[in-house]
């Protein structure tokens, strides 16, 4: 399993489904240890300028959660979640 972070906007985000939407919860959850635990990270969706840094993956149906693998340090920084529609903007 990699190393990594969790920025305190997807905390908080995470806090609110934990109480508020328990299916997207237990969604996010396993597909960030699926993330964590998968043996090439760098096959996930690369975004475009001016997100390049990022990745992307579908949680569910509705929402992208994005995150950095910095590969020096073997760290998955989760960043954030939002629905597809406006993850982008």
Not at 59 to 75: A, D, M, N, P, R
């Amino acid at each position: 399993m990699r190393n990594f972070l969790i920025e305190d906007k997807l905390k908080k985000i995470i806090e609110k489904l934990h109480k508020k939407n328990p299916v997207v919860y237990e969604a996010l959850m396993k597909k960030i240890e699926e993330i964590l635990n998968c043996e090439d990270v760098e096959h996930y969706k690369n975004l475009h300028s001016p997100l390049q840094e990022y990745k992307r993956v579908h949680v569910g149906s509705s929402f992208i959660l994005l995150f950095k693998y910095v590969k020096t340090e073997e760290l998955v920084v989760f960043y954030d979640l939002d629905h597809h529609d406006n993850a982008y903007n």
